[in-house]
């Protein structure tokens, strides 16, 4: 799958329609992941909470775009 | 890619080397029970299940089911093996050792391994095995072939990640944190808004911090204010500060706490009692459960619901529990952040009446009764409520402290007004100063909440997507599935077979169909076992299908054994019609199913072979080196002379009306069944009779009667009407006889067949379909009398 994952970008793209607060380079860290790892095999509870962490912190770092519009 | 041949060695019930070899054709395979026929099938699985079989998963066969695979008569010095050879030559060998450990070699693995058991085996008692899964189970079955294995792993990696994400964002604790400001934001500030408070601050500012210098960073202010007003307190006499320390424990929400623990303890007891019960039950079976799920494929029962479901099911299984579970830890994640607030609580009311200035009070509190009340305060461990608070450690806060906190409200009531002021400005500016900090944590709230949000749309969406993808890629199974339906059982009454994906159900397909225009849920509603075998093979076989372009092979154990003559018939149609371009392994213990598959596949890209009927351990499985099935009669020899004499004479029977079928002979009208009755007496007669001027084989440049072979008939012509007879009805035949009748029948239908080409007579037409003829022609029937 990682070879034609184009379902991919769409799912974000939509999940990113309704909650377009959610920072840019989430979406990117989010796509990458769904390209590799995230689509080959169960992440563990280790794996999951780095990438929960990575992403706060992405999430946080970015002002959120109804934020920045204001 | 296909099979060029399966070598056993000491597998099963395989002795010395035995050779199943299609030469990469499709196969028929013939065998009494018990010949070891499954033994190649065994093979096929136990090289796609990485050592297991799945009818020997029980508790005899061992951990490795090292009790079940090797032939038990095999000698120390041989070893038991399997080898596989593939089209290309590649070859895959596997050397099981005594402990059923085993030893994997050859190029061959990589394609073998690619292999789906389910879409390369289907065996007898796994006929019915979709029809009656539950519908997870059919999903389970179906997914590899969906091709949407990496969307579900990707869809429960994003399940698990928005749980994650809420865990680390502690977002349970913020949020109750939260609401313990917002109570004390509006029993200081009422409904005043956020920019009425900074007005607030902005004027206790100018009132006490005149000399500072000016900043319009708030929460600035208000530590400025904190810093200003601590220094006015520390400069108060004794008595102002005792009242600002009783007053700030006064305003302490410690009941409020309590009772809001006490909520929530009540709560996840009423849902954690009968869950820890239930848990209880399911500890006792997960030994078993761990165990089991070693083979993906065996199917274990549920210790929660009881239902049978293959171990490869079994996660999604208990990732369905875990959903069930998630309100309860919610309400427990409530109450520990409840339990907390009232840790904090605990430790700033000890902190107050803990201060130097209070001593005097608390002196004279003890005097009055309230010893045991200070005791109990400082023996109270505000950390260790964290970890254990139970209902006699709210009741000790109860009794003894909320007491302690009504004396300090009602001493502190009659303060100077200077400290009294002081006071109440500085529970306002702490209060302030903690709206403020909450607006920037109510911001990381918002930002978690919108990013767990944004992956649980993701999870939906690609669960969206699998859904939409499932729903076309079974429509086009289920029209495969309705087009072999029809070969299989035309004309009938059930209609509009399909696979779907029930309504508000992920992870889930079930079949429905119409019965005489009825619409039904399930096959197994009104379909006899004989109909849900059908249906269950058109399932397989329409999933196989789907792995056309791979050209891998099928084999198909036993799997007519409850279907009817005329379905029987059908299969062959079938099997011709959807698969002529695959490889196709049939094994069948039905003699007149193998004779009729060999007068009906085409033996350009069939291959027919029989087993001999086992004997014993040592000698193992053997090869007829006849296709016909006469060895099962000299297999009865020694004992039951009158069955096989009576064997050679079903043979016939069923041979010849083939023979006689394909040669278009005219027989005299006959009604009804009296038709499909004729015996091989009838035939022969009339065989004889045409032969003797239509049968032809090559002499020279001419053709010429073929007369070895009128001859041969007519032997056993004879020999059944005399012996033959005898042996069905009278069971008078001695072994002797016996022979000879079987030899003369065996040589009969040798005479049908070319000495140079090894084809049959009927093997195909020539001369403008008027003859049939071998494959080099040297022998010619022409089509009805001349």
Known sequence: MASDPSWVSTRINEAHKANPSVAESVLKNVEELLKAQMSERQLSSKELAEIAKTLIAANIAAPPEAEADK | MRIKSILLSWFRGAATPVSLEPNCMSMVVYGVNGSGKSSFVDAIEYVQKNGKIGHLAHEYSGKNQEKGIPNTHRPKCEKTEIRVT?????????EIKSDGSSVRSGAGACEIDAWEYHRTVLRQDEVANFIHATKGGKYSALLPLLGLHPMEVAAENLRQLGKSIDQQAKLSDSKTTLRQIETKKKATFGTKSDVEILEIVEKLHSKYCQDKKETKAELSRCEQLEQQLNTRIAQLSTDGRRHIALQGAAHLSLKIQVDAVRAASVKLASVVEPLITEKLEILEFTNIFVNKLEDKETEVTCPACGRAIPANSFQMHVNAERKRLEETIKIFNDRRSAIGALSDTVKSLKSYLGKADVQPWRDQLVKESYSENFLHLDSLDGEALRTSCEEEHLKGIEDKLLPLIAKAA??????????????????????????????????????????????????????????????????????????????????????????????????????????????????????????????????????????????????????????????????????????????????????????????????????????????SPDIGIRWSHKTTTFADARGQLKDRPDSAGNDARKIMDVELSFIADRLQLKLPYMRAEKNDKRTAHDFLVCLIADGKSVYQKKFEKDYVIHSEAIEALEKADRLLLAWGNRASHSFDIVRPEATKLIDACEKALDSFKCLSCDKRVTFTEAAGSKWVQCQCGNMRWQYGKT
Request: hydrophobic share 40%; with cysteine.
């Open chain 2, 86 to 94: 593939l089209k290309d030559g590649n070859e895959l060998g596997i």
């Open chain 2, 410 to 615: 009602a001493d502190s009531k009659d303060a100077p007004p200077d400290a009294k002021q002081l006071s109440i400005d500085k529970h306002t500016v702490e209060v302030a100063k903690e709206a403020i900090n909450a607006n920037d944590q109510v911001a990381t709230v918002i930002r978690a909440e919108s990013l767990i949000s944004f992956i649980k749309s993701l999870e939906e969406g690609i669960r969206k997507e699998i859904r939409s993808q499932s729903k076309t890629i079974i429509a086009e199974i289920s029209a495969d599935i309705r087009v072999m339906w029809d070969i299989l059982h035309p004309g009938k009454a059930i209609e509009d077979i399909c696979l779907y994906v029930p309504k508000d159900a992920d992870k889930a397909i079930d079949i429905r169909l119409k019965f005489y225009d009825v619409d039904q849920d399930s096959p197994r509603l009104t379909l006899s076992e004989g109909y849900r075998n059908g249906l269950g093979l058109c399932i397989f076989l329409a999933m196989a299908k789907r792995e056309g372009d791979k050209d891998r092979p099928l084999f198909l154990d036993d799997v007519v054994v409850s279907f009817d003559r005329l379905h029987r018939g059908m299969v062959v149609g079938l099997i011709e019609k959807e698969f002529s371009k695959r490889q196709v392994v049939i094994l069948t213990h039905d003699r007149e199913w193998y004779t009729e598959l060999r007068q009906l596949l085409d033996e350009k890209t069939w291959v027919f072979k029989t087993l001999l009927p086992y004997e």
